[in-house]
């Protein structure tokens, strides 16, 4: 059975810095991109990063130099390291396998950004 497990959001300051990662099972994790994606509230489902299965890495312009996102192929696990925190970066977070691929999704993370 497949599963995305997100973990890690939490209620942080203003540039304050937060990490999430999502376990993945049931799938070969290592040949797979995997992309982290938000949702914020009243808005439709973005892509904030992804990463090859080679390592290669991208993101959205709007978190660039602020987020970093690596992967463990090991733990089946990819990470988002979240840096300099905006109020506009509240939402929930959801990995996914990257196109053309996709698994069912997982529950997400909240990550709220408030004073």
């Known amino acids: 059975q497949v599963q995305l497990v997100e973990s890690g959001g939490d209620l942080v300051q203003p540039e304050g810095s937060l990490g999430l990662s999502c376990a993945a099972s049931?799938?070969?994790?290592?040949?797979?991109?995997m992309n982290w994606y938000r949702q914020a509230p009243g808005k439709q489902r973005e892509l904030v990063a992804g990463?090859?299965?080679?390592?290669?890495?991208n993101y959205a312009d709007s978190v660039k130099g602020r987020f970093t996102i690596s992967r463990d192929n090991a733990k089946s696990t990819v990470y988002l390291r979240m840096n300099r925190l905006k109020p506009e970066d509240t939402a929930v977070y959801y990995c996914?396998?990257?196109?053309?691929?996709?698994?069912?999704w997982g529950q997400g993370t909240q990550v709220t950004v408030s004073s």
């Open positions: 990463i090859t299965s080679g390592g290669r890495t």
């Open positions: 049931g799938i070969i994790f290592s040949i797979y991109g």
């Open positions: 996914n396998v990257a196109p053309p691929y996709s698994v069912p």
